[in-house]
T-cell receptor
């Protein structure tokens, strides 16, 4: 199994540009989580989906951020327009169903730098 | 409300000596607890999880953790540190009974001295 796949691994963009981060879940998993990691705030949950449906988006910073899950295995996180304070590492995690308590499996992350 | 506190932001030990990373939690019910490790510029990897079965949980790479309800603690230990253990360690608590949503501690950076 390839694990959770994220792309790109690194993104450098200028303020005001649109940024799209991508995530492919582990085959058979049905929950998808987007996190942001910064030195100041640590790891924060932005949004999570269960069976393609957004369950909790209370961590999404503002309307500039949006996330979609167009099918059971793929998700995007879009920032438009981007700002320097969005610079962070963005992680995607997937989780399977069927067990009593299942852990989340994390991707390698996308390091975003907004100039 | 659920919360998790990692008591040390940085721990430094000599290679071959024991490791203790401390974690306290707050929860209104019996939570699920996890320890994750993050090596530099890498993603997060699960070390171990507690899900209300045995209170002493064994994980990968020789790590283990003990759930102590009376102390609301879930400290991570390893008998003998190895250079490859140098990383950031996160204690994690579930927000709900199925651990659909989890909260991360602030992390403890573990350094290993030769």
């Amino acid at each position: 199994d390839a694990g959770v796949i994220q792309s790109p691994r690194h993104e450098v963009t200028e303020m005001g540009q649109e940024v799209t981060l991508r995530c492919k879940l582990i085959s058979g998993h049905n929950s998808l989580f987007w996190y942001r990691q910064t030195m100041m705030r640590g790891l924060e949950l932005l949004i999570y989906f269960n069976n393609n449906v957004p369950i909790d988006d209370s961590g999404m910073p503002e309307d500039r951020f949006s996330a979609k899950m167009p099918n059971a295995s793929f998700s995007t996180l879009k920032i438009q327009p981007s700002e320097p304070r969005d610079s962070a590492v963005y992680f995607c995690a997937s989780r399977g169903a069927g067990g009593l308590v299942n852990e989340q499996f994390f991707g390698p992350g996308t390091r975003l730098t907004v100039l | 409300a659920q919360s998790v506190t990692q008591l040390d932001s940085h721990v430094s030990v000599s290679e071959g000596t024991p490791v203790l990373l401390r974690c306290n939690y707050s929860s209104s019910y019996s939570p699920s607890l996890f320890w994750y490790v993050q090596h530099p510029n890498k993603g997060l990897q699960l070390l171990l999880k507690y899900t209300s079965a045995a209170t002493l949980v064994k994980g990968i790479n020789g790590f283990e953790a003990e759930f102590k309800k009376s102390e609301t603690s879930f400290h991570l230990t390893k008998p003998s540190a190895h250079m490859s253990d140098a990383a950031e360690y996160f204690c994690v608590v579930s927000v709900d009974s199925s651990a659909s949503k989890i909260i991360f501690g602030s992390g403890t950076r573990l350094s290993i001295r030769p």
